[in-house]
C-alpha cells in the first residue's frame, strides 16, 4: 500500500538520524585523536547499514561490496575490540567504556586541598571505583599521604591506597591533583604518572583542577591511545622534559566521561 510504504520511509529516515547521532557520538573519542575524519565518517555509514542489514534496504550493490569487510564492532560493542587501520595505516583509537564522575566529586577535592592550594602546595588523590553495567563508576576520593612543591605531588605509603581500595573491592579509576597557581594542563611528570594508570586500565582518567585558571578551571585528560601511550612508553627521562611531539599529539580531553549527578561517592582522607 502506498500510505504504509510512505510511512516506512520516513521512519527510516529518521532512523538515520538517529542512528548518525548515536554513532558519531560512540566516535567522539576518536576525532580528537587528528585521525582522518573523512574516513572515520565513510565508516560510520558502513557500519549503519551493516547493522541494518536485517531489514530489506535499498543500497546500491557498489556500495555495499566496500562496506562488507568493515566490521560493526564499534556500534554493536563499545568494548575494545580488534583495531581498525586508518589511512595511515596505523591502528586508529580504541572505543572505551563509559565512565562516571559524581558531579560534586571535583568540589569536594578543592575544599579538601583548599589549605595546601592556600600555601601554593599542590594535592593529589586516586579515584577508585567499579565496574557497573558496562560502565565504571567513580565511587571514592582517597586522599593518600603526600608530599608535594607548588608544581609536583607525590603519593607516600601507597600499600595504604591499596588496602582501602581492597576492602571494598574497588579499583583505580584515574587520579586528580590540583595546579594552586598554574594553568589547566599535563605536565610531562603528570603524563608519566598518568601512564602507569592508563597502561593499567585504557579509561583511566587524570583530573587537573586549576581553580586560577579562569578561561580552563579544570580538565579530564588521557594519553591518545595508542599513539600518546606510544611516546610515553618510550620515554626514559624523568622529572620535567619536553617531548618531541606536541602536546595535543600526546594527550587530550577524555570525551568517554559523564558527569553523574545521582553518583554516591566516600572520602577517605589518609593524611
Ligand atoms: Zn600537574
Ligand atoms: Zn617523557
Not at 530489506?56 to 562488507?68: A, D, N
Not at 601554593?120 to 553495567?133: I, K
Not at 599535563?186 to 583530573?207: G, N
Request: proline letters at 9%; one cysteine or more; charged letters at 20%.
Amino acid at each position: 500500500m502506498a500510505v504504509k510504504d510512505s510511512v516506512s520511509k520516513v521512519v527510516d529516515s529518521t532512523m538515520d538520524s538517529i542512528l548518525s547521532v548515536f554513532n558519531v557520538r560512540w566516535l567522539h573519542p576518536t576525532e580528537e585523536c587528528d585521525l582522518p575524519l573523512k574516513n572515520e565518517i565513510e565508516n560510520d555509514n558502513s557500519q549503519l547499514d551493516n547493522i541494518r542489514q536485517p531489514s530489506p534496504h535499498p543500497v546500491l550493490p557498489q556500495v555495499e561490496q566496500e562496506l562488507l569487510p568493515i566490521s560493526p564492532s564499534v556500534v554493536a560493542d563499545p568494548q575494545p575490540g580488534p583495531s581498525k587501520l586508518s589511512q595511515d595505516g596505523m591502528p586508529s583509537s580504541r572505543s572505551f567504556h563509559d565512565l562516571h564522575i559524581p558531579v560534586k566529586m571535583m568540589e569536594e577535592f578543592l575544599r579538601l586541598a583548599q589549605d595546601n592550594t592556600a600555601k601554593d602546595l599542590e594535592t593529589c588523590g586516586v579515584l577508585a571505583g567499579s565496574l557497573r553495567n558496562r560502565a565504571f563508576h567513580v565511587t571514592m576520593l582517597i586522599i593518600p599521604k603526600q608530599e608535594s612543591t607548588s608544581y609536583s605531588c607525590q603519593t607516600l605509603n601507597e600499600e595504604e591506597i591499596f588496602e582501602v581500595q581492597d576492602m571494598r573491592s574497588l579499583f583505580p579509576l584515574g587520579w586528580i591533583h590540583t595546579h594552586p597557581t598554574q594553568t589547566c594542563f599535563m605536565s610531562s611528570v603528570d603524563l608519566h604518572t598518568h601512564y602507569s594508570y592508563q597502561v593499567m586500565l585504557p579509561e583511566a582518567i587524570a583530573i587537573v583542577m586549576a581553580p586560577m585558571d579562569t578561561d580552563s578551571p579544570y580538565g579530564i585528560f588521557h594519553l591518545c591511545d595508542p599513539r600518546g601511550v606510544a611516546v610515553i612508553r618510550k620515554c626514559d627521562l624523568r622529572g620535567f622534559h619536553p617531548h618531541e611531539e606536541p602536546d595535543d599529539f600526546i594527550y587530550e580531553p577524555c570525551s568517554h566521561v559523564h558527569m553523574n549527578p545521582d553518583l554516591e561517592f566516600d572520602v577517605v582522607d589518609l593524611r
